[in-house]
């Protein structure tokens, strides 16, 4: 859309929800338009002047960021129907896909915790269940480590720049949203014993499975390598990934993620011989 045809104000749409488990309602703003401005701008500005195109007060619309430089993966929502990252979705670009307004909704694999933001624990969880880390057992100085080969860098590199954003899950129609609610006289153990039992039942998702290969490759973090190949061959592992390769679409780091899953998939073949003819 050229200069000149800009609108004066942006039409923005919003799906709204007070708190966890409360039903959800779309909202209606409008915002000056101004050259240069991303999502998280045009989210400042509906919270600047926390009022409807109908002119009724509302509280300001709440949503997640950080680093807003496509860093943090903390401001990500599904925008004008695509999941990706709000601080690099650009008002320009948008406009120019011929949008008539902007349209910002939560991802629906995750838990709302309030209108745009949602609780990212279970990927996180997943991570923690693949050792996603190198392993170390002291911070003093212990010296260079072992060298890794120029090409196993250049694989190493890609891999090492997932933010943990979510969009590959929200893409993915393998992962599945799953929701845990705090029983009444639950205390916050056997709570969070059941978040993780529910969790790690269910598709860990391709940025995990990215992560346990990017640390079964490295010099160091190889040693917890069984570790990782019990969890990707357990349930809710390698073996539910549908090969829909929808992640690889939406990465906004353009992380070659089905390559991974193609390597983690012939690890754990692999493996899985080695423990049936070692048992």
Known sequence: MEESRRPEKINVRVLRQDGPGQPSYWER???????NMNVISVLQKIAAHAATVEGKSVPPVAWDCGCLEEVCGSCTMVINGRVRQSCSA?????????CSEIELRPMTKFPVVRDLMVDRSRLFRGL????AWVPVDTYGDLGPGPRMQRKQQ?????????????CCMEACPQY???EVYRRPG???EQ???RKKEAFDQNFIGAAVISQAVLFNNHPVGSALEDERMEALTGPGGIQVCGNSQNCVS????????????GRAGRAATIYSFKKLFNS
């Open 128 to 131: 923690q269940r693949v050792s």
């Open 176 to 178: 599945q949203k799953v």
């Open 29 to 35: 703003h409008q915002v000056p338009y101004e050259e």
């Open 154 to 166: 250049e694989q190493a590199y890609p891999l090492s720049e997932c933010m943990s954003c979510g």
């Open 191 to 193: 709570f969070e014993e």
């Open 90 to 98: 650009l008002v320009d670009r948008l406009l120019d896909d011929g």
């Open 250 to 261: 939406v990465c906004p780091k353009n992380i070659p993620l089905t390559t991974s899953i």
């Open 186 to 188: 639950e205390t916050d």
